[in-house]
């Protein structure tokens, strides 16, 4: 007997750990920009797995990869070289304008190498092991110790703390109050280019010029995490690339795979050298398989002419959501660069989430009042025509 939508979800409700609020949707399949559940009803997907499918679904160049890596190689452990891995490393060191690459399983891995790499280039040259790192209010890094630790939103903390020590968190947009909070133990700032689950904050291009400055002069490392504005989300494969700085430590995941499971941290060669065999590592991390994808992914873009298409469907996007805003007096604020763009409402925007999962357009949150628009990066300006439409109606 063929399982229903609803016997799945109530299977899944007894096994699995109730650690999300899923909606009631069982996803099959997707092909392009849509998305199909398990009874055939179509979905205009502007979320992309929360910034993750860049290319959409169904994409065949990039499945083949996948299917003849299967059947050459998966895993071999980082005892060993591989081919696929070498070869990503050198696409997004090449992409990021750094020197040195450590593949992680996921982006919340790749913040704790950030974090490791840092503290060790602090205790290399300090000789001490008395390092702070400042991050942001309302920031989101990931959900592990060292993740959270750095994570400026209380209520993903507290209940988890005591978390590793050492971090201040100074206000994002607001250069004098990290200046402020600069001591001589403080070897790092962290900070998303631009703020996601906060609520789809870009950074000023004066507080993140200032940042750098601030770095440079006093030999404290700049951390961007790219995870969810990077690869191309922005019109640029990096959003930092706006704004006419390196970072000395960059992180990377979601889309770097488009779907595999693969993080990054990259490094500039005299942060990188602080790390020595044994102060890091993964079993799983720059496998076979998840750098075939890395590899595939870096091939599509430059072959489908992705950021060209961000940048035209970006700026398109950008003037729809301005009149969305226009013709509703609920939406308060619009803010966003390239495809990653929010609305503010005056209110909760959860029942507007669940009208729009109704009519087959497929949108999440960014904290309680904030939709975020995700899309894939290979949408249409006639599927965003199709959004703005679906939403009108549920507003």
Avoid: W
Wanted: hydrophobic share 40%; charged share 20%.
């Amino acid at each position: 007997m063929d399982q229903t939508s609803e016997m799945i979800r109530e299977q899944a409700e007894k096994v699995l750990m109730h650690t999300y609020n899923r909606y009631p949707l069982v996803l099959d399949h997707g092909e392009g920009v849509f998305l199909f559940d398990i009874d055939g009803k179509k979905y205009l997907d502007f979320c992309a797995g929360i910034a993750v499918f860049a290319l959409g679904y169904g994409n065949k160049a990039y499945n083949e990869a996948l299917k003849n890596q299967i059947d050459c190689l998966l895993h071999t452990s980082n005892y060993y070289y591989n081919v696929p891995a070498v070869s990503a490393a050198k696409k997004l060191a090449a992409a990021s304008k750094m020197d040195r690459v450590f593949f992680t399983n996921s982006g919340t891995e790749a913040i704790e190498g950030a974090i490791k790499l840092a503290r060790k280039y602090y205790y290399k040259k300090y000789h001490r092991a008395d390092s702070e790192i400042i991050a942001m209010e309302h920031s989101f890094h990931g959900r592990s110790m060292g993740a959270l630790a750095v994570t400026g939103t209380k209520k993903y903390r507290e209940a988890f703390e005591p978390l590793i020590g050492g971090t201040v968190f100074a206000q994002y947009n607001h250069l004098e109050d990290i200046e402020a909070k600069i001591t001589e133990r403080t070897c790092a700032i962290i900070l998303e280019t631009i703020q996601g689950e906060g609520g789809i904050y870009p950074a000023d291009k004066q507080f993140l010029n200032g940042v750098a400055k601030l770095c440079k002069e006093k030999d404290i490392l700049l951390i961007l995490d790219e995870i969810q504005c990077g690869m191309g989300r922005t019109g640029t494969m990096f959003a930092y690339e706006q704004y006419g700085i390196i970072p000395d430590i960059m992180t990377s995941a979601k889309a770097l795979g488009c779907g595999v499971p693969v993080g990054a941290f990259a490094a500039v060669q005299k942060v990188a050298s602080a790390f020595e065999p044994g102060d890091h590592g993964t079993t799983y991390g720059g496998n076979p398989f998840a750098t075939t994808a890395v590899n595939a992914v870096f091939d599509l873009f430059l072959k489908q002419d992705v950021l060209e298409n961000v940048k035209h469907t970006g700026t398109y996007l950008y003037d729809v959501l301005e009149q969305i805003k226009q013709n509703n007096s609920c939406v308060k604020q619009h803010r966003g660069l390239g495809l990653m763009q929010g609305l503010e409402f005056d209110t909760s925007v959860s029942s507007i989430i669940t009208k729009a999962l109704k009519k087959g357009l497929i949108l999440i949150s960014a904290g309680t009042n904030v939709i975020r628009f995700l899309p894939p990066l290979v949408i249409s300006k006639s599927d965003i025509d199709q959004m703005a439409e679906m939403l009108e109606e549920c507003l």
